[in-house]
């Protein structure tokens, strides 16, 4: 591939593009934008990753896996902006998951140590792990909303804050896991993963692209369940007060 | 009459409840007497569920003491509080499962386990059949419920029971069976009982006192007789609205 043929790539932005026009679909202009925008962050995402792996100095690796995790924090506390401190309880859940990751895959030597394995792994860990944070977040305010009376009735008959929150949180966790778990059951029958495509077209082995997809697939699977688990744990214990009174976020 | 030979369960001292900016309970001081039936009555947004909800735990108040049993509130543990002091709300709340899961939870959440023969009892108790216990509780009608509900906070053996408008949605015959079942647990147990009804004619009938209550305020306290000739104008007005 070379910047030509990336050049006539582009009749597949504008197929959409004359489409939109016809139609009046008014899509025109965020499909430039999402264009421009992708072209401009991969571009820029390459050359960094090829100065970083030129480099090979652990301190770009550190510092690159810190950046992502900046950006997943600042993505996903958005959607948990009610929760008391929920910056700090994402900053932890994601270094949580990429310590725990990073340390199997290094520490039994299942991928090499360096930062063309680390910084990929770390950037789709970390990527997922922010999706569902931001799918967990989601679920957990509203089950919190509509299971309120339920959580105030265990209150009220004797119940701890922990056993008041328990089907909220259990269900929000369900939730947020269960399309990664689903989507894994039909990996391979309906699509091909990207990371895995992106390998087998660049003229890697099928067979080593099917076990490093593998890979990918198991590490996601702990990333997903950890994150929701981790996340939750940390968040119910800031909508009780002392007294375990219920204080639900955004009410006085 | 209502003097201090009566002791009391729950004392009030100067209680006010804000949420934000509004003041819910404006400087409520009163108290509850022991192993009797108050009952409390007032239009709607007096706040009175509030008060039931400040006595449970679930809130506290603003400013001001509230004394369960000469103890301040503050110095129970939370969990023995909500055992001591049982509250049944209107809305009769269920978990999904069967009326026998709803019974035991109280029980559960102690890690413990309810006898058949004591779910039986309370099953019995409240006027339901034993053939109930298996059922589903979502399919209990809203007198069913409520008669669960009040069975479900007897798990605890409160010695303080707080029912908030339990038979506010409920046809007449039901009213009747709840009315009997309340005298009934005050017999039986010595339960002392607070009541918030709208039911005028239950505060007289079932209540041994009444607290009327009025824009977060206590206006008028004294011995169920008093609402067949209250002093306060604005009580008055209310008897005579709610009797016309």
């Given amino acids: ?252 | 009459m209502m003097t201090k030979d009566t002791q009391a369960a729950i004392q009030f001292s100067h209680v006010t409840f804000k949420s934000g900016e509004q003041e819910i309970l404006h400087d409520i001081t009163g108290w509850f007497p022991r192993n009797r039936i108050t009952t409390l009555v007032g239009p709607s947004g007096a706040g009175k569920t509030t008060l039931f909800r400040l006595c449970n735990g679930l809130i506290s108040p603003t400013s001001g003491d509230i004394y369960i049993d000469d103890r301040k509130i503050e110095s129970y543990d939370p969990v023995q509080l909500r055992r001591k002091v049982g509250i049944a709300l209107q809305s009769a709340t269920m978990v999904s499962g069967t009326v026998r899961y709803n019974l035991a939870l109280p029980m559960e959440l102690q890690g413990k386990e309810l006898s058949d023969e004591r779910a039986k009892e309370l099953i019995t108790v409240v006027g339901l059949d034993e053939s109930f216990l298996e059922r589903k509780a979502k399919d209990l009608s809203g007198g069913q419920r409520q008669k669960l509900s009040i069975a479900r906070t007897l798990v605890n053996q409160p010695e303080i029971l707080l029912l908030d408008e339990i038979t506010s949605s409920l046809d007449r015959v039901s009213q009747q069976e709840i009315e009997e079942l309340i005298v009934r647990i005050n017999e039986k147990y010595g339960t002392t009982i607070m009541w918030i009804t709208h039911n005028l004619r239950q505060a007289l009938s079932i209540g041994d006192y009444t607290w009327v209550m009025m824009d977060g305020e206590l206006v008028e306290t004294g011995e169920s007789s008093l609402l067949k000739n209250p002093q306060n104008p604005r009580v008055q007005t209310f008897v005579k609205g709610e009797t016309e």
Avoid: C
């Fill in chain 1, 1 to 252: 591939m070379n910047f030509v043929l990336l050049a006539l790539s582009l009749i597949f932005v504008i197929i959409p593009l004359v489409l939109s026009k016809t139609l009046n679909l008014g899509l025109e202009k965020d499909s430039v934008i999402a264009t421009i925008r992708s072209i401009i962050q991969l571009l820029a995402v390459g050359y960094i990753l090829q100065f970083v792996f030129d480099a090979e100095n652990y301190f770009y690796i550190f510092l690159m896996i810190a950046l992502m995790i900046g950006a997943a924090v600042q993505n996903a506390r958005k959607k948990g902006v009610s929760i008391k401190g929920i910056t700090w309880k994402l900053v932890v859940t994601f270094v949580f998951i990429e310590v725990l990751t990073q340390g199997i895959l290094l520490g039994l030597n299942i991928t090499p140590a360096t930062a063309q394995y680390i910084i990929p792994i770390s950037g789709m860990v970390i990527g997922n792990s922010m999706v569902l944070s931001i799918l967990f977040l989601n679920r957990f305010t509203s089950e919190l909303d509509s299971r309120e009376d339920e959580t105030e009735l265990i209150l009220s008959l004797g119940g701890t804050p922990k056993q008041a929150i328990h089907r909220p949180l259990i269900a929000s966790i369900q939730a947020s896991t269960i399309p990664t778990i689903e989507s894994q059951k039909t990996i391979g029958l309906v699509q091909l993963p990207g990371m895995m495509s992106g390998q087998i077209i660049a003229g890697a082995d099928p067979l080593q692209a099917v076990m490093f997809q593998l890979l990918i697939i198991f590490l996601l699977l702990t990333t997903a369940v950890v994150t929701s688990v981790i996340l939750g744990f940390l968040s119910y214990p800031t909508l009780f007060n002392e007294r375990m009174q219920l204080v639900l976020p955004g009410k006085k």
